[in-house]
């Protein structure tokens, strides 16, 4: 026979009470498909005009274009917009440029975006111009998950200072990718 210490006992018994708790409180968790370039730039434009607090964005120049005015408006009205940028020029402060050593793409090649409004909204998917889906949520864990990405991005940039630093970067960066793409 094996006996449960007590301690354990308890334990697990307020874990399941708390977990029966924590199911009522679930809500459904939903990601919507935004098809169609006016609707995908409906969307964008949307959340970025009801963020209050924080946009964030990686994406290329075509939808930087796009949606540059919103993002100006949104700084103006005390928002920090910041993100990743690629192969855009010269991007409003807040957005950086991407360091560049990218050595593992979509097999279409195709340009994406993430739209993060307040870490309560996003929106990401292909571009726009390339007249695909985008995807909707409200859900943390999508949020969490595209921030912390564009985050990364931002930080790495941060310790990419020299051509010597990129290359390194690049190399590290095909190690690990020919690890993953046999």
């Known amino acids: ?12 018994a307020k874990y399941i009470a ?4 924590n199911e009522e409180k679930k809500q459904e968790i939903y990601v919507f498909t935004v ?5 995908i730039t409906a969307y ?3 959340l970025i005009k009801e963020a209050s607090q924080y946009v964030m964005i990686s994406m290329w120049s075509q939808m930087y274009e796009l949606l540059l005015s919103e993002l100006e408006e949104c700084k103006n009205r005390g928002c920090n917009v910041l993100g990743i940028s690629h192969d855009i020029d010269n991007p409003m402060e807040g957005i950086e440029k991407h360091f560049g050593g990218k050595t593992h793409n979509m097999p279409e090649n195709m340009h994406w975006f993430v739209l993060s409004a307040d870490g ?3 929106l990401y ?8 889906d985008a995807f909707y949520t409200e859900d943390t864990s999508h949020i969490y998950l595209m921030e912390d990405y564009i985050l990364h991005d931002m930080v790495m940039n941060h ?3 020299s051509e010597e630093d990129r290359s390194k970067m690049v190399r590290i960066m095909q190690e690990i990718v020919s690890k993953v793409n046999r």
């Open 1 to 12: 026979d094996y006996h449960v210490p007590s301690a354990l006992y308890h334990f697990t």
């Open 18 to 21: 708390m977990d029966t708790i």
């Open 35 to 39: 098809k169609g370039k006016e609707n």
């Open 44 to 46: 964008c434009r949307q």
């Open 120 to 122: 309560k909204k996003l």
């Open 125 to 132: 998917g292909y571009s726009v111009e390339i007249e695909k």
């Open 159 to 161: 310790f990419i200072e």
